[in-house]
């Protein structure tokens, strides 16, 4: 795979999907670096978010934005970077917080103008790959998980976030997109899982670098 100014694989999907996971096995697979998922969160917005979302969405949103900003553009210069979520979805939530009426039409048009003003400043993946769950599952790995602040999030919230992530990728073009349902796999503990997933980014790779040959 290539190195230089572009990150490798940004590996995407609503919450408690299993990105870090597959994060870290393709770094084992693929010899790569991993990037998690920043979470910088020293004013707690998050938590705040969750208990009055009108009040906190565009800050938090925001906060988050930059930051994911930030670690992309720093995935870039390392290069040979795999990461777990970036600004390249981050319109997800927003849209969908504007949807709900968490962020007024004036706050998204000023977070937009931000979002699209940094992505000028960095360049796309060479893959992006989607795990795509039904909403139930997801809600059952994230209980697995354990985290207060989302274990407490009602059901309709992952159910609708997880309708913007299927919406947002329905059309994406921005770069190379494998998207892979991943409710009955288990590839952290099921070698046969991890073989199959591993399978289906190595074939697209395979295909990404012919294109770039041809080019």
Known sequence: MHSGNRVEIVVDG??????????KIICEELNLKPFSEMF?????????FFYDREK?????????????FKQYQQAMKVGHAVMDRSIY???????????????????YAVYNNLLNTLLEHVNPPRLLI????????????????????????????????????EDNY??????????????????VHRPEDRAFIMGEIEK???????????L
């Open 204 to 214: 697209a790779i395979q295909s990404l670098e012919r294109t770039e040959l041809i």
């Open 56 to 68: 906190w969405a565009f800050p938090m949103q925001t906060n988050f934005l930059t930051n994911r």
């Open 40 to 48: 910088e969160d020293e004013n707690r917005l998050l938590h705040k």
């Open 170 to 187: 329905k059309d994406f073009n921005i770069a190379r997109l494998l998207t892979i349902k991943v409710d009955k796999l288990d590839y």
């Open 89 to 107: 979805s981050d319109r997800i939530f927003a849209r969908m917080y504007l949807q709900q009426g968490y962020l007024i039409p004036e706050e």
């Open 130 to 165: 989607y795990l795509k769950v039904d909403t139930d599952e997801a809600i059952r790995r994230i209980h697995k998980r354990g985290r207060p602040d989302e274990i407490e999030v009602e059901r309709e919230y992952w159910n609708l976030l997880n309708q913007f992530y």
């Open 14 to 23: 609503v919450t408690g999907v299993g990105k870090s996971s597959l994060v």
